[in-house]
């Protein structure tokens, strides 16, 4: 090399000894062999035990997947990773102003690589603060809990998005919070004690998120919170460097949110669902992450409440499902397409014969214009969950009233003596509802000791106020069942707690009665403790003889099922009747 060109080389040399970033020149197995005194003063508080032989082995904390990226880069030369952001923690020791670096790798030939390191601190500050003015300008700032808003977050979850994606770990996850049952807070105690608890749910996210060890993740972005509707809110963690994190706090906003809030004398319980998204799964743009992630929190709600679930794909193709039946059971109700079958419940409590006129169960079904007969498990939690479920139970209810009087008339004493109408949950919470039935009771008048309303054990075993409402709807002179039990949450030992007249046996126990000893004793025991407290039995779901007789022998007074008849249209069940009131068992 001529004289000039040495010289130039060494100029350049000189200039990059003394630059500014840290540059390390190192072999493909990541041994040092040239560093500038910036690289040195970067990464020696890395190093363990001031050892600064292998780059890898220096970083191995911090950027493990380093040594891999750069096995794994097969061309000759070129940019094997830019701009790996390292957020540095308190105990990393060295300059505590430098608290992220960033490291790219280029690599220079076939032996050789070069690692540039930069300290990005005030870049990441300054990306910080740009944040955080934009989430303290008022119009997006949500005026009750003084949270980001809907516009605020959506604003911050694009600037994370339009960020390269995450070299290791799931990067971000959003998570998207709803209330259970928060409008049952707000029609009970007032708008005033559901802001209050609004307020209060802020106030404890932001508590949770605060500091980075509490929620043990490192990030070097805070987690933002933001409310986005008004049981709403939504939480998202930046940087995450390990999939198991984003559960770990998922599960801790749950256990906090979901401890009682004490509002005046008052000690209110909440449940909360989350969905969760993860970087890998976020397409489109932040509305439309934030719309998955809804998908996914509906689903955990769908699933009980109280817990989060992952997005999956299969879950938008079941809300889209849900929407079209939404959509379609909005005109079913406007254009009569609903309907209402009758099975039979048949006294076996007659020596050697059935009592035909026992009662009826109204059972709802829907003429889909295309689909044809849609069964109630198609559609009755969409109803819930749209806010239907209080026209089709009043359609229902009405239905069923109006054709018991109709029978009584038609069919003197050959016409059923009770008929049972299902109550879902939704309906019980909705203001009102008590008197909906008291007036229906009066309009169609229907004899109230001839109405049973069935409920469900997991509607009946909640908490008091719940309790209080069905002894107001015996008030009005009708009685109650407890349906399928024996699949839920309440157990025998509990069954005194329940103002409940009936116990209705589910299918799952009767169809196994001829076949396991098990379940038989585990009829007789509940047929025993209804009876003690004065309730009667029905066996629900009999489809055969054998199953008939045990379950009459095991004392229930009632059976239900396929023997005896399928779910009837009205003018069906008084050709029923007709053909005879008492039959042979
Ligand atoms: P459920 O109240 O326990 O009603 C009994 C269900 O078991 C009915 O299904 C009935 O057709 C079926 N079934 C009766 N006997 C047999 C049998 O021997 N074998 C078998 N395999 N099945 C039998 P359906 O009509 O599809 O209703 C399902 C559930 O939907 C009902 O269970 C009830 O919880 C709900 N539901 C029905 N109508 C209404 C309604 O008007 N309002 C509300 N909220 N829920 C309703
Ligand atoms: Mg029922
Ligand atoms: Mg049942």
């Known amino acids: 090399m001529p004289d000039t060109d040495m010289d130039r080389h060494e100029a350049i040399m000189q200039f990059l000894y003394r630059a500014p970033i840290g540059l390390v020149e190192v072999a493909l197995d990541g041994t040092i062999e040239m560093l500038n005194p910036m690289a040195a003063r970067l990464l020696l508080p890395l190093a363990p035990d001031?050892?600064?032989?292998?780059?890898?082995?220096?970083?191995?904390?911090?950027?493990?997947?380093?040594?891999?990226?750069?096995?794994?880069?097969?061309?000759?030369?070129?940019?094997?990773?830019?701009?790996?952001?390292i957020p540095l923690d308190a105990g990393t020791g060295g300059n505590p102003a430098v608290q992220v670096l960033a490291v790219s790798l280029l690599k220079l030939s076939a032996t050789k690589l070069m690692a540039v390191v930069s300290d990005v601190t005030l870049e990441v500050q300054r990306e910080q603060q740009g944040l955080d003015r934009r989430l303290n300008a008022a119009e997006r700032t949500d005026t009750l809990t003084r949270m980001p808003n809907r516009a605020a977050v959506r604003e911050c979850l694009q600037a994370t998005m339009d960020r390269e994606p995450a070299a290791k770990g799931p990067g971000f996850a959003v998570?998207?919070?709803?209330?259970?049952?928060f409008k049952q807070i707000n029609d009970t105690?007032?708008?005033?004690?559901?802001?209050?608890?609004?307020?209060?749910?802020a106030e404890r996210l932001r508590a949770a998120l605060r500091l980075r060890e509490r929620i043990g993740v490192a990030t070097d972005v805070k987690p933002i919170a933001a409310r986005v509707g008004g049981d709403e809110f939504v939480v998202v963690l930046n940087d995450l460097q390990h999939q198991d994190d984003v559960f770990a706090v998922a599960q801790r906003l749950l256990d906090v949110l979901t401890t009682p809030y004490g509002v005046d004398a008052l000690q209110l319980t909440l449940g909360v669902s989350m969905g969760i998204v993860l970087e890998a799964q976020a397409t489109g743009d932040a509305d439309a992450v934030l719309q998955v992630a809804s998908v996914a929190m509906t689903e955990a709600k769908r699933g009980g409440g109280m817990r989060f679930a992952v997005f999956e794909p299969e879950m938008q193709l079941r809300a889209a499902r849900r929407g079209d039946i939404e959509a379609d059971l909005r005109s079913a109700l406007a254009e009569s397409q609903l309907y209402?079958?009758?099975?039979?419940?048949?006294?076996?409590?007659?020596r050697g014969a059935i009592d035909c006129t026992a009662g009826v169960e109204a059972l709802v079904r829907w003429l889909h214009p295309t689909r044809g007969v849609v069964v109630p498990v198609e559609f009755i939690a969409v109803a819930e969950?749209?806010?239907?479920?209080?026209?089709?139970?009043?359609?229902?209810?009405?239905?069923?009233c109006r054709q018991f009087v109709q029978w009584q008339r038609d069919l003197g004493l050959r016409a059923p003596r009770t008929v049972a109408v299902n109550l879902s949950r939704a309906q019980l919470e909705q203001p009102g509802f008590v008197s909906s039935v008291e007036a229906i009771l009066r309009a169609t008048h229907m004899p109230p000791a001839s109405?049973?309303?069935?409920?469900?054990?997991?509607?009946?075993?909640?908490?008091?106020?719940?309790?209080?409402?069905?002894?107001?709807?015996?008030?009005?002179?009708?009685?109650l069942a407890l349906d399928d039990f024996g699949t839920g949450y309440s157990s025998l030992s509990s069954l005194h707690l329940l103002p409940v007249d009936t116990v209705k046996i589910d299918r799952s126990f009767v169809s196994q009665s001829d076949s396991s000893a098990h379940h038989r004793v585990l009829i007789e025991a509940t047929v025993r403790v209804a009876n003690s407290l004065g309730m009667s039995t029905v066996a629900e779901g009999i489809e055969t003889h054998e199953q008939a007789v045990v379950v009459r022998d095991l004392g229930c007074d009632k059976g239900q099922g396929f023997l005896y008849s399928a779910p009837l249209l009205p003018d069906d069940v008084a050709h029923w009747l007709r053909a005879g009131t008492v039959r042979a068992a």
């Open 50 to 85: 001031g050892e600064m032989e292998n780059l890898f082995a220096v970083l191995a904390r911090v950027a493990p997947q380093l040594g891999e990226m750069s096995a794994a880069f097969l061309a000759p030369s070129g940019t094997v990773c830019e701009g790996i952001r």
């Open 175 to 181: 998570l998207f919070l709803n209330c259970d049952r």
């Open 189 to 201: 105690h007032g708008h005033s004690v559901g802001d209050r608890v609004l307020g209060m749910m």
């Open 340 to 350: 209402v079958v009758y099975q039979p419940v048949v006294g076996l409590r007659t």
């Open 385 to 400: 969950e749209c806010g239907l479920i209080g026209a089709v139970g009043d359609y229902v209810l009405n239905a069923a």
């Open 451 to 479: 109405l049973q309303l069935e409920v469900t054990e997991s509607l009946a075993a909640q908490h008091e106020q719940v309790r209080a409402q069905l002894r107001q709807l015996k008030s009005l002179g009708l009685t």
